[in-house]
């Protein structure tokens, strides 16, 4: 087979003809996949004046990763070069390229804390659109420091908070409102807070915990949130009239809504009507996985 340097990665790697373009097969700009280039423009490229090469060919290959890694299809064109240099999708700043990569890990990963092997490490600064790899190490660094990843040689994980940061930008897709009513409890607010909130996300909602003191004090703006939520969970554990009439308020609104209580308050409910059916748990890492049921059911 026919090899060809890349222009965009510096490797010499396999290519394939497809009409008026040039396949490149599996180099740094996309491992395991491809992406076109017009022959035409090969030269043109070539011809750029070194200082041109510096700023703009690491974009590229960055731009060919991240789109191959998507599944899309990429063609290009020397015109396009520029275009895609200056595009404001082009991450420039550290804080952004470092995002870039917590993208990259969120796509490979089932949950927070799988392993994701990025190896080699020396052609991989293009996940960053980094134009070498001292950048790309920096950015690994200070990604660990905000403790939003765990890097192990060659593996890396993202922890709960970088799945989190991760899953509400990657691909462009939001995570869904998701809001947790509860009566004003200290030690159950702390705990859920800890374990269940990070769970939540994971099922591809944004939760935000609503408790009694600040539903009460905040009446329209948390009849505003409910409004804006795709999903309640109403918890019964302190029996808060202001939690039945949130959740009642939501359902007359069709949000879904999940029910829960503690085994503690379970006997203790006075309201047993035919909807009201809660999840009866013990500890909120139980509640996690009992909602995550709840939720493959529905759908």
């Not at 809001?179 to 935000?208: D, F, H, N, S, V």
């Not at 905040?218 to 939520?229: N, R, T």
Request: overall charge negative; glycine content about 6%; aromatic content about 8%.
């Amino acid at each position: 087979m026919t090899k060809k340097h890349c222009l965009f990665c510096d490797e010499i790697v396999p290519i394939a003809t497809e009409g008026d373009y040039d396949r490149y097969l599996g180099c740094s700009c996309s491992p395991g996949g491809y992406y076109n280039l017009l022959r035409d423009s090969y030269e043109s490229i070539n011809a750029l004046p070194h200082p041109k090469k510096r700023d703009v060919l690491h974009l590229i290959s960055g731009y060919i990763r991240e789109l191959t890694d998507r599944e899309e299809k990429v063609a290009l064109t020397f015109s396009d070069l520029e275009t895609i240099a200056n595009s404001p999708k082009i991450p420039v700043t550290i804080e952004d390229k470092g995002n870039r990569l917590l993208q990259y890990l969120y796509r490979h990963s089932e949950s927070a804390g799988d392993s994701v092997v990025i190896q080699p490490l020396s052609g991989s600064y293009n996940l960053t659109y980094s134009p070498n790899l001292q950048e790309l190490v920096y950015i690994i660094d200070k990604l660990m420091n905000e403790q939003l990843l765990i890097r192990e040689g060659m593996t890396f994980k993202l922890t709960d908070k970088g799945w989190s940061e991760a899953a509400a930008s990657a691909g462009g897709k939001k995570l869904k409102p998701c809001l947790i009513l509860t009566a004003e409890k200290k030690e159950l607010r702390m705990e859920w807070q800890e374990m269940l909130l990070p769970k939540i996300e994971q099922l591809g909602y944004l939760p935000r915990l609503l408790t009694h003191d600040n539903t009460h004090n905040l009446h329209q703006d948390a009849l505003a949130l409910i409004a804006d939520s795709r999903l309640i969970i109403a918890d019964l554990t302190g029996q808060s009239p202001e939690v039945y009439f949130a959740a009642g308020y939501a359902l007359g609104l069709s949000i879904p809504v999940i029910w829960t209580v503690n085994n503690s308050a379970a006997d203790k409910l006075n309201v047993h009507a035919g909807i009201i059916r809660p999840i009866v748990w013990d500890t909120a890492e139980e509640l996690a996985v009992l909602i995550r049921q709840k939720l493959s059911y529905d759908t």
